[in-house]
C-alpha cells in the first residue's frame, strides 16, 4: 500500500512539473483612433479635371501608442462621393497625440454637382462625411491588430497650394 501511495505521488509530482503554466493574458481596452479632414488643396486645377490632397489628422485617445498600418477612407462632399481609395502608411501615433497623413484624388467636374464645383471655385467651407476602415495595432504587450470602423462629418475649407 505504502509503495502504492509512493507511485502516486511520484506521478503526481512529474505531473505538476511537467505541466505549463497558464497564462492569462489582460484585456487591453482600445479606444478608436479619431480620424478628420484639417484641409483640403488644389494642387492642380485644369479645365476638366482637378487635382486634390486631403490632409488627414489621426487623434489617438489612448494611455498607449498605435501603429495605423493602412486605411480606407470615401469621402463624400455635399452628400455625394468625391472620392475613395485606400492608404498604405506605416503611421506611428502617440498616446493622446494626434499625426497626419494625406491622401490624393482627382476630380472630374463634368461628373460632379455643380453646387460643389461652385464652392471649390470659390474656395468655400464644405460639409464632408468621411468613411472608412483602418487597420490598428496597439503597441502594448499581448494586443493583437484590429480593424475599427470610422465615419467622421465635419467642414473643411478648400485653399490652393
Known sequence: ???LLFLLLAISIFAACKT???NVEPEIVVEDPVFEIVSIVILQADIVVT???TVLKITN???FALELSSFTYELFANNISWAKGTGKENLHINPHSSEQTNFIFDMNFTSQN???LDDVIN???IPY???GTAEVQPVVPF???FVIEYDRSGVSGVRRR
Do not use: E, G, S, V
Open 129 to 131: 462625411r468621411l468613411k
Open 123 to 125: 474656395m468655400r467651407q
Open 51 to 53: 487635382k486634390f490632397q
Open 61 to 63: 485617445p489612448n494611455d
Open 143 to 145: 494586443a493583437k491588430p
Open 20 to 22: 505549463k503554466p497558464i
Open 1 to 3: 500500500m505504502r509503495k
Open 114 to 116: 455643380r453646387r460643389l
